[in-house]
T-cell receptor, first 113, second 116 residues
């Protein structure tokens, strides 16, 4: 079983929809939680990061972390065709085997105009 | 500064040949990472440098792989005697060691390797 599991998708939504992307993890040492966006044939770019549990909002994007359930989410409001990409969750701890960033397998999102 | 730069963007080689990828990190970043990403998967950690010191290597990094970061600036990743299973996107990332502990990685566009 992988340390980080991500809903694989693909996900297709109409423009303006609210999108929910999710990951679960098994390593309780993870403390930093990130969402990256990756366009085709490009490297991942950081969207948001949070430390420990809680919510963080940035424009149309909201990241949620529930450490008690080992579950993180990214919500995209008023989705746009330009949001079409693969979304990767990633997480790390501060020591030991959790020190390096561990990624989910990614969810491919298509927003239809 | 235009971010993390990787070259070449795409390399096609025959099985058994050696290949080398180069990464130029963001200039003020002291940490440099190599990741590998295969189709439909997330990036997997290979190795990382703090300045010129290679501090950690994943068990994914077989003996045919070697990475260097002379003088703590650019880095190279060499794969010797390539195999078809080495076909992947090789991603370089850099970060600045900070007191906040977040250590956010900035990735390059990647170098895609195709082994025939």
């Amino acid at each position: 079983q992988k340390e980080v599991e991500q809903d694989p998708g693909p996900l297709s939504v109409p423009e303006g929809a609210i999108v929910s992307l999710n990951c679960t993890y098994s390593n309780s040492a993870f403390q930093y939680f990130m969402w990256y966006r990756q366009y085709s044939r490009k490297g991942p770019e950081l969207l948001m990061y949070t430390y420990s549990s809680g919510n963080k909002e940035d424009g149309r994007f909201t990241a949620q972390v529930d450490k008690s359930s080992k579950y993180i989410s990214l919500f995209i409001r008023d989705s746009q065709p330009s949001d079409s990409a693969t979304y990767l969750c990633a997480m790390r701890g501060i020591s030991g085997s959790a020190r390096q960033l561990t990624f989910g397998s990614g969810t491919q999102l298509t927003v239809l105009p | 500064d235009t971010g993390v730069s990787q070259n070449p963007r795409h390399k096609i080689t025959k099985r058994g040949q050696n290949v080398t990828f180069r990464c130029d990190p963001i200039s003020e970043h002291n940490r440099l990472y190599w990741y590998r990403q295969t189709l439909g998967q997330g990036p997997e950690f290979l190795t990382y440098f703090q300045n010129e010191a290679q501090l950690e290597k994943s068990r994914l990094l077989s003996d045919r792989f070697s990475a260097e970061r002379p003088k703590g600036s650019f880095s190279t990743l060499e794969i010797q005697r390539t195999e078809q299973g080495d076909s992947a996107m090789y991603l370089c990332a850099s970060s600045l060691d900070s007191a906040s502990g977040a250590n956010v990685l900035t990735f390059g566009a990647g170098s895609r390797l195709t082994v025939l």
